[in-house]
């Protein structure tokens, strides 16, 4: 069974950047839609970021564009999230998911579409 596996995340200041990183055991990563949700305490879990099974098209949460990018290395089975000019609402644990799809993206996605889940990992920004 596929298993998704976060890192990257950790202790940034405002206006900071981080690197996250989910990958993939198992040899059907090319398959899946990959994406990014993250879960504030006390909020929601909301979509962030997602990326087609060949990373030719994506999608983002109107508060990250222009911030956050989303790629993925079928080589590597490895999804990035790359998170610039980060603010204190950053905040949150990230989780990767994986979404069986050889479709584009089409805007958000929503959590009942993912089929596997990582652990997640947590960023906090400081002000």
């Known amino acids: 069974q596929v298993q998704l596996v976060e890192s990257g995340g950790g202790l940034v200041q405002a206006g900071g950047s981080l690197r996250l990183s989910c990958t993939a055991s198992?040899?059907?990563?090319?398959?899946?839609?990959m994406n990014w949700f993250r879960q504030a305490p006390g909020k929601e879990r909301e979509f962030v970021a997602a990326?087609?099974?060949?990373?030719?098209?994506?999608s983002y949460a109107d508060s990250v564009k222009g911030r956050f990018t989303i790629t993925r290395d079928n080589a590597k089975n490895t999804v990035y999230l790359q998170m610039n000019s980060l603010k204190p609402e950053d905040t949150a644990v990230y989780y990767c998911?994986?979404?069986?799809?050889?479709?584009?993206?089409?805007?958000?996605?929503?959590?009942?579409?993912?089929?596997?889940w990582g652990k997640g990992t947590l960023v906090t920004v400081s002000s």
């Open positions: 990326i087609s099974w060949g990373g030719s098209s994506t």
């Open positions: 198992g040899r059907t990563f090319i398959t899946y839609a």
């Open positions: 998911a994986a979404e069986t799809s050889l479709q584009n993206i089409r805007g958000p996605q929503s959590i009942g579409s993912m089929d596997l």
